[in-house]
């Protein structure tokens, strides 16, 4: 014996038509995570800064440190070595690196190029302290900095949106998907 189910497929339409909570548009959240990322790289150029962290010996004792306790691969100990025998001019490099990548994350600008450069550098990070701090301390940073370089992060609440504008023609804003189509908000 079958029964029948009587169902109000107006009801059925209007729900699936509205959804019950606000979604946020992707590229409202990934401007959200590249201004968190890039708050992050400028608290930790300071937060370096105050500690000496950019300073030669600060540098290379920090390095020797990864080297001498952590349990990255023999061949990452001797470039780690060759960074931490540099630490006058290295100390220096991360620390322009570490602002660099803060300050245009923060305002928007190159930043899929500059987020792509910041996973690279936290991936180093992160192969570098295996052993000396928990896992996903940089992992998760090295997650977003990736969605961040994949979505048009910039085009949403950044400068790369005014410049794209201004040189549509010019790819270095990459403010398209991988559907060709321009992504903008101001």
């Not at 009801?11 to 590229?27: C, N, T």
């Not at 962290?53 to 440190?65: D, R, V």
Request: net charge positive; proline share 4%.
């Amino acid at each position: 014996m079958k029964s029948k189910v009587l169902v109000n497929t107006d009801a059925l339409q209007k729900s699936a038509a509205e959804p019950a909570i606000a979604v946020v548009d992707a590229q409202v959240a990934l401007a959200f995570l590249r201004i968190t990322l890039g708050t992050l790289f400028v608290w930790v150029f300071f937060e370096n800064l105050g500690k000496g962290l950019y300073t030669p010996e600060g540098y290379s004792g920090l390095i020797n440190y990864y080297i001498s306790q952590g349990h990255a691969p023999v061949f990452w100990k001797a470039i780690m070595a060759v960074v931490a025998n540099n630490a006058r001019v290295m100390g220096p490099v991360q620390a322009v690196t570490e602002i660099t990548f803060g300050v245009c994350l923060v305002l928007g600008l190159l930043a899929r190029p500059v987020a792509l450069a910041a996973f690279g550098f936290l991936t180093t990070l992160w192969v570098s302290e295996w052993g000396t701090a928990w896992i996903w301390e940089l992992l998760m940073p090295m997650m977003v900095a990736l969605s961040l370089a994949l979505g048009a992060a910039g085009c949403t609440w950044g400068l790369d949106a005014v410049l794209a504008r201004k040189y549509p023609h010019f790819p270095l804003w990459l403010c398209m998907t991988l559907r060709r189509k321009r992504v903008f908000r101001s």
